[in-house]
Nanobody
Framework: QVQVVESGGGLVQAGGSLRLSCVVS????????MGWYRQAPGKQREMVAV???????DYADSVRGRFTISRDNAKNTVYLQMNSLKPEDTAVYYC????????????WGQGTQVTVSS
């Protein structure tokens, strides 16, 4: 069935960069929204960045200007380039692919840990 697999997390110092990747495999209707969410210990999961199949993006205010989301529709892959990382970016980052209209679905990856040290 559908699989969502993230990679690229790790430990980085404040001010550094990481690039997360997420590959979606299986049969899905391709007109969808892909995105990244994160959850820090003791906190609610929050949207970080999303991108539609047409390339429209949205970012959380806390990451706008530092993070860039992109996608390769031919590869069913979404990326999150994270620059100028801060300790408050530390969280488990989850990849999501969904449709909310028409043929609906909602798939999540297993999460990848991002830790930013001071």
């Amino acid at each position: 069935q559908v699989q969502v697999v993230e990679s690229g997390g790790g430990l980085v110092q404040a001010g550094g960069s990481l690039r997360l990747s997420c590959v979606v495999s299986g049969n899905i209707f391709n007109f969808n929204t892909m995105g990244w969410y994160r959850q820090a210990p003791g906190k609610q999961r929050e949207m970080v960045a999303v991108i539609t199949s047409g390339g429209t993006t949205d970012y959380a205010d806390s990451v706008r200007g530092r993070f860039t989301i992109s996608r390769d529709n031919a590869k069913n892959t979404v990326y999150l380039q994270m620059n100028s990382l801060k300790p408050e970016d530390t969280a488990v980052y989850y990849c999501n692919v969904n449709r909310r209209y028409g043929i609906r679905y909602d798939y999540w990856g297993q999460g990848t840990q991002v830790t930013v040290s001071s």
